[in-house]
């Protein structure tokens, strides 16, 4: 690698963990700066503005994201082996080492998710790419026989979303020590409904599942359900 | 009402409607007095400091959540009405017209989960006291017999959380118009395993959710889930 390549990645990587704490728009140029040891106008000199620096920040970390969560699980059975592997990469991923501050698109998303302009557009593109991510693995699932053929992988991936969340506020802001725990409950309920492990036992369930052709096997994560 | 109370009510209500766009720390005492026709002196008389100023649109925004979600929903009867009092008015909040940057406490929980100090202390407080606003409301629910004596009222609550970041994460930023009905989805399932309508059907879901004493009902939210 080229010496000015390296500066660039090294520069990245520390920026990715700052922001991680501090979010893109804390972080300065003369920040960063300071922390790397250089000159302003040599920052200035690898990123230009400040909005492509916190581009570049963004797509180092939508890359870490890619090469720590989305290729290992690619290495196992497309099936649910894949799904639970995106999920455990999933959470371990805001407790990298390098950072300190928890998921960096978690921070973002809130930063710009007012704000339209290029950072905007994409966090949103990471966020549709990483949702499609996990339909695909639940519809993989799905074409294993795993999962049931009428679970609807969009409320499923819905629903694997909201618990990575509910994860990271109560670990990050409320400490709360529980928070690995309940995500994993909720999550091993997730998988074993897309399974078809539980059914309706009264008739209202089976009616709230299943509004048009009774009898047939639903789960919440199903069609029926999301239109309901 | 003092004019001067008046004066700071109607600063406070201003103030929580431009923090749900740019965020608690994207609000500069500059900017709110020119939106109010006020001098930067004048504001500082009536708020001191940034921070302080911060912490009294905290304290606003959690008067008016508490006004609009929590009050309405004790007026429901104890039990799964109250619950789902809850839900739907939360679900409501970030669309309330003075919130156009949606729920103010999504922004400040991560701009504040990595400095400790003050601001993070009251939004932590909010989050809890919420928590378990919606952890009592579900233990009335088993007290009503409604939800199944088993139920772990605080998995209940980390579901919940859950369902509403998602909801806001995907209407907010990915703009996807499916939000609200996976949300109303998800809550449905969830409120339906509370009330037992759902059963393992399968030995592995029954050894799953009941380790120790075989035959028990149990749900995904109940203690034996939580703690696999």
């Known amino acids: 690698m080229a010496k000015g390549a390296e500066t660039r990645d090294a520069i990245l990587r520390r920026a990715v963990s700052l922001a991680s704490v501090v979010g893109l728009e804390g972080l300065t140029i003369g920040g960063l700066a300071n922390e790397m040891g250089l000159s302003k106008s040599g ?26 969560v989305v290729v290992p699980a690619r290495r196992e059975p497309a099936g649910e082996a894949r799904v639970r592997a995106l999920f455990d990469r999933w959470l371990e991923w805001p407790a990298s080492q ?4 928890g998921c960096p698109f978690v921070t973002a998303t809130i930063e710009f998710d007012d ?14 790419e990483w949702v499609d991510v996990v339909q695909q693995a639940a519809r993989e699932a799905k074409d ?19 618990i990575f969340q509910a994860f990271h506020s109560y670990a990050s802001l409320m400490n709360d020590r529980t ?24 008739p209202e369930a089976e009616r709230a599942e299943n509004p048009s052709t009774a009898g047939a096997r639903r789960t919440d994560d199903s069609e029926a359900a999301a239109a309901s």
């Open 98 to 101: 390098d950072l300190p501050g």
């Open 144 to 162: 294993s026989g795993e999962f049931v053929p009428e679970l609807d992988v969009a409320q499923f991936a819905f629903n694997m979303f909201a």
């Open 179 to 202: 928070a690995e725990g309940r995500a994993r409950a909720s999550f091993e309920g997730l998988v074993r409904r897309a399974k078809g492990e539980y059914q309706p036992v009264t």
């Open 43 to 68: 920052l200035i000199a690898h990123f230009g503005t400040k909005e492509t620096l916190q581009l570049s920040i963004l797509q180092a970390a939508a890359q870490m994201f890619a090469s720590r």
């Open 115 to 128: 704000r339209p302009g290029v950072l905007r557009f994409f966090v949103n593109k990471v966020q549709k």
